[in-house]
């Protein structure tokens, strides 16, 4: 038999997200929520530009999107003063289910953007339709080549000798949107998964908040490759 979603009839522990820190949002600008699911590196790039000088980056990051309790990116929100909100997938029946909650919190905070950092989760139709050409991600990897998981150890087993990072609207396929921007990075003799990763992380770092500055200020739009 199908379980239900964990809906209104559960427990409040059991359906509802914990919310931690207080949001500090100038609501003058347009909201954005970042999805991450790990330690958080580019939500904090992209936090420190946001905050940092909020009228040039031309958005406020209004709420991280957290699917994984424990995650450290938590704490780097709760410094920030940014809200959380965190969800265990696993307690509902499908991603659809688990999408309309998400999509009930960010539509109660006026979310705009959505921004994928290190989320590692498949997007569903729920969240494609509500914010259509509205979401971005990035991935380490120039695509087309190397989509999806262990896009640096793809990119090493076949021996390229440039690879690096994209920046791309979200689509319904997987690392298939729209490309927004790209960077090169060389692949060095002896490079080993960690090396050539960390170079890259160095670069989606900087690359990021940069892109999405100027997409929101209209100065960057999508190519189709």
Known sequence: MMQRSLSASTSAEQEAPSIEGASTSDKRLPRIAIFASGSGSNFQAIVDAAQTDPEHFGAVVALLVCDKPGAYVLERAKAAGI???????????????YEQDLLQRLQAEGIEWIVLAGYMRIITHVLLEAYPGKM????PSLLPSFP???????????GVRVTGVTVHLVDAGMDTGPIL???????????TEESLSDRIHAIEH????????????GRLAPIRV
């Open 148 to 158: 999806g998981l262990h896009a640096v150890k793809q990119a090493l087993d076949y």
């Open 181 to 191: 921007a790209q960077h090169v990075v060389q692949v060095e003799a002896g490079d």
């Open 83 to 97: 809200q959380s909100a965190v969800y265990t997938p696993k307690q509902y029946e499908n991603r659809e289910l």
């Open 136 to 139: 971005m991600n990035i991935h």
């Open 206 to 217: 900087g690359l990021y908040p940069a892109v999405i500055c100027d997409v929101l200020a």
